[in-house]
C-alpha cells in the first residue's frame, strides 16, 4: 500500500483515503501522525464524503479506493493512500508513490476451477478469457507472455465467472485465498508480487549495480595509476580498458533489464 501525491495546490491540503479495509489499516496511521479526523469519520451512520480534522489546513475524503488515483492524478487531491493494484491499473503519470505503508498485503492473481487446474498447461495459451476488475494490469500481462487475454470487466463477485461460464478464469487480489477456494478456485499464477517483494528485488538489483559501478570505478583509477608509471604499463593497460568495456557493457545490459516500461 502506498501513498499518492499529486502536484496541484489548494487552498486546504486534501487528502483521499479508500473505503473498506484499508481505511481500518490507515486508521492508526492518522493517530500516530496527529491527525483526527471529525467524530462523522468514524461513524458508521455517516453519510459525508469529506471530513475536517484537527490541522485546519487539512481534510480528508474518503472515495472508492479506485477513485483515490483519479482524484490524485486531476488535483481534486493532494495525496491519498491506494493499493499497488489501484496503481498499476491506471498508471496515470501525474502521479508519485514515495512511500510503502506496509498495510493491505496482497497480491494479484490468475485463478481457475480446481478441476481444471490439473489438466491446464498455462504455457499452451494463445488466447484466454478472464473476468477481472483490473483489465488493463492483466492485458499487460498476458502480453508480456504473447497471449491475448479478452478481459470481461466486473466489480466484484470475480470467483462467480467461471461457474456461471462468463470466464474460464479470473484475476483477482488476493489475501489469504479463502474466498478463491470456498468458490472452488486455485490460484495458478501471480499478476504481481507484493510491493514489499518488489521492493526487495529492486534493493537487491540497486544494490548490485552499485557493486558494478565500483569495479568499473576501480579499474578506471587503476588505468590512470597503470599510465602514469613505465611503458611496461601499454600491455597491462590494454587489458583493463578490455575489463573495463566488459563491465560497463554488463553494467548497461542490467540497467536495461529492470527499466520500467
Not at 481505511?23 to 471530513?51: M, Q, Y
Not at 613505465?230 to 573495463?244: N, P
Request: charged share 25%; hydrophobic share 45%; aromatic share 6%.
Amino acid at each position: 500500500m502506498s501513498t499518492a501525491v499529486s502536484g496541484e495546490a489548494n487552498e486546504k491540503l486534501i487528502l483521499a483515503l479508500p473505503k473498506g479495509r484499508i481505511l481500518k489499516e490507515a486508521a492508526p496511521l492518522l493517530a500516530h501522525a496527529g491527525i483526527v479526523p471529525e467524530p462523522a469519520f468514524a461513524d458508521p451512520d455517516s453519510r459525508l464524503l469529506r471530513f475536517t480534522t484537527n490541522h485546519a489546513d487539512l481534510d480528508i475524503i474518503r472515495v472508492r479506493s479506485f477513485d483515490v488515483a483519479t482524484f490524485v492524478a486531476f488535483g481534486a487531491a493532494h495525496l491519498g493512500i491506494a493499493g499497488y493494484d489501484v496503481l498499476m491499473e491506471f498508471d496515470y503519470p501525474e502521479i508519485y508513490a514515495p512511500i510503502d505503508l506496509g498495510i493491505g498485503k496482497c497480491r494479484l492473481a490468475v485463478a481457475e476451477p480446481a478441476e481444471m487446474a490439473g489438466q491446464d498447461d498455462p504455457r499452451r495459451w494463445s488466447h484466454v478469457r478472464i473476468a477481472t476488475k483490473y483489465p488493463e494490469v492483466t492485458r499487460r500481462h498476458f502480453a508480456a507472455r504473447g497471449v491475448q487475454a479478452e478481459c470481461v470487466k466486473l466489480s466484484g463477485a470475480m470467483e462467480l465467472a467461471p461457474s456461471l461460464g462468463l470466464s474460464h478464469r479470473i484475476v483477482d487480489l488476493v489475501d489469504s485465498g479463502r474466498t478463491l477456494r470456498e468458490n472452488g478456485l486455485v490460484e495458478i499464477d501471480r499478476v504481481t508480487r507484493e510491493l514489499s517483494e518488489l521492493i526487495d528485488g529492486i534493493s537487491n538489483e540497486a544494490r548490485s549495480e552499485a557493486e558494478s559501478a565500483n569495479v568499473v570505478a576501480a579499474n578506471i583509477q587503476h588505468i590512470f595509476a597503470v599510465t602514469e608509471q613505465t611503458g611496461e604499463g601499454t600491455r597491462s593497460t590494454a587489458q583493463m580498458v578490455h575489463d573495463l568495456s566488459r563491465s560497463a557493457d554488463e553494467l548497461r545490459q542490467t540497467v536495461d533489464r529492470f527499466k520500467i516500461a
